[in-house]
């Protein structure tokens, strides 16, 4: 298991080395997302778009303030929120 593991964390760094250098069918890079801009459109405040989407407050300053980026799954909500924050907020205020 640890070699597998081993040859998947170099297969990784060999794709990212490769885009670097210019290869662009080598690894990918998520455009950058702006979440002040997608809390904006909702009209909320920081704290008011932290409760209502259940996400602690200093992460979202943090994408704001790009001092770091949102995960996958976070990126996926971000992206709904953007689309149909009602519906959103509707349905995460449900779980």
């Known amino acids: 298991m640890a070699k597998r593991a081993f ?3 170099m297969a990784g760094l060999e794709d990212a080395i ?3 250098k ?3 069918d080598r690894g990918q890079l998520a455009a950058p997302l702006d979440v002040a801009a997608i809390r ?4 909320k405040t920081q704290d008011q778009f932290a409760r209502a989407y259940r996400l602690p407050v200093g992460t979202l300053r943090d994408w704001e303030q790009r001092r770091s980026q949102p995960d996958a799954p976070a990126r996926i909500l ?5 689309a149909e924050p009602e519906t959103i ?3 995460v205020q449900r779980v």
């Not at 904006?40 to 009209?43: D, I, L, M, N, Q």
């Not at 971000?78 to 953007?82: A, D, F, R, T, W």
Request: glycine share 14%; charged share 25%.
């Open 7 to 9: 040859n998947m964390m």
């Open 40 to 43: 904006k459109r909702t009209g």
């Open 18 to 20: 490769a885009h670097a």
């Open 22 to 24: 210019g290869e662009p």
């Open 78 to 82: 971000l992206s709904l929120i953007g």
């Open 89 to 91: 907020e509707r349905l």
